[in-house]
């Protein structure tokens, strides 16, 4: 059988287009129609000009409300669990993730042992009480570090793992808990669960589309399952076998609507992205698709940071042509350090300005630049 040969640049414009920064912004459909488009949104707890999963909203519809965004995640039409991470999913998907919940259920854990009993209290306290954070339910945390948990938290969690109860909202960053019978819609919690390959015939359906294109550590990678179940469930999923020029010869698979919208033509969006936006999540597709080397440099100690706590990438005309690192100052918004191409000059100017007034700053003042030769020429842009 004959396989579809795709051009690197094909491969990028379905990339874009499928993570809706290519073609006119879906405003009407709002953020809950973001969230079916994109089929997972990354949660994270840092904070900078807005958490991560605000940002992903904004970069595809623009300056839209930030309480809108939460309103929207969560007024029933999500539920969070773990897909490539921490993330909010569309409602409609609770079922698919029986597999997991499976896998959980028969281990017996995950990080920690659970205490014996006390998931029993814990679900009685949400019988009885209604929604409840960690700390409400008696605290998080033992006093040490971070995955110190208390027996409650531990305990918690595993209802969460194994579907018991689910996250129906975060409150200060923290999740707030419910039974999963009564926070999930009738029709999604009293779905019948589908066995593990129809589980993941579906979701790796899901990945594909949400990619357009990827190999099969891509579409792996978007719901942390195995390579080798990817490649045995592609076929059943309507996936078609690709191959990418400059992708070596690694597997992939296009989805069908992707390929049907090679030839469309649309607009590029010009945004900072999250560093853990679906676009640019996983490293390895980045650097294969845009050509751009990005890595989070939270965790790294600060002075072998090389482009900042928190380097938000520049995508525009289609490509990642720059980075830049912000933080608040009052009504200020710092750009502490920029690194970018000269054509993207005007660009970044243009994506710095939309963020300071999306987040309610009035003025942009840059620090570095990386070239310094660029500093002064964007600052001009700047005004």
């Known amino acids: 059988m004959a396989v579809t040969e795709l051009s690197a640049a094909d491969a990028r414009r379905m990339a874009l287009r499928a993570q809706g920064l290519l073609g006119a ?11 079916k488009r994109l089929a997972a949104v990354q949660l994270d707890t840092i904070s900078v000009l807005a958490r991560s999963h605000e940002l992903v ?17 969560w007024s029933g039409g999500a539920f969070e669990y773990w897909a490539h991470a921490a993330c909010l999913l569309p409602v409609e998907q609770w079922p698919l993730f029986a597999f997991r919940r499976r896998h959980f259920r028969e281990r017996g854990r995950r990080w920690h042992r659970v205490p014996e009993g006390v998931g029993d209290q814990v679900l009685a306290r949400l019988r009885a009480e209604g929604p409840l954070t960690a700390g409400q339910l008696g605290g998080a945390k033992r006093g040490g570090p971070w995955w110190d948990w208390s027996a409650v938290k531990v305990a918690v969690e595993w209802l969460l793992d194994v579907g018991e109860v689910a996250c129906v909202q975060r409150r200060g960053f923290q999740r707030v808990y419910d039974l999963a019978g009564r926070a999930l819609p009738a029709e999604v919690a009293g779905a019948s669960e589908p066995d593990d390959e129809a589980c993941l015939t579906a979701l790796v359906a899901i990945a594909g589309r949400a990619l357009g294109v990827g190999t099969r550590a891509d579409l792996a990678d978007f719901h942390r399952i195995k390579g080798a179940e990817v490649a045995r469930v592609a076929e ?9 020029r400059g992708w070596g010869r690694q597997a992939a698979w296009a989805h069908p609507d992707a390929l049907a919208a090679l030839g469309a033509r649309g607009r590029h969006r010009t945004t900072l992205l999250s ?30 940071r090389v ?15 720059g980075r830049v690192d912000p933080r608040r100052d009052g009504a200020t918004l710092v750009a502490r350090r920029v690194t970018v191409e000269p054509r993207a000059l005007e660009p970044m100017a243009a994506a710095l300005r ?30």
Do not use: I, N, Q
């Not at 912004?25 to 969230?35: D, F, K, S, T």
């Not at 809108?68 to 995640?73: I, K, L, P």
């Not at 059943?236 to 990418?244: M, P, R, S, T």
């Open 236 to 244: 059943a999923a309507g996936l078609v076998a690709v191959e990418v």
């Open 57 to 73: 909203p904004y970069a595809r519809l623009g300056p839209v409300g930030r309480e809108a965004v939460e309103r929207a995640y």
């Open 25 to 35: 912004p879906a405003r009407r459909e709002g953020v809950p129609g973001l969230l």
């Open 354 to 383: 939309e963020a300071a007034s999306w987040v309610g700053c009035d003025a942009v003042v840059v620090e570095t630049v990386d070239p310094p030769r660029l500093a002064a020429p964007l600052r001009a842009r700047l005004g």
């Open 307 to 321: 482009h900042g706590y928190f380097a938000m990438p520049l995508l525009t005309g289609g490509r990642l042509a």
């Open 275 to 304: 560093p853990f936006d679906s676009l640019v999540w996983a490293r390895p597709r980045t650097e294969r698709v845009f050509g751009f080397v990005h890595r989070l440099e939270a965790y790294v100690p600060a002075a072998k």
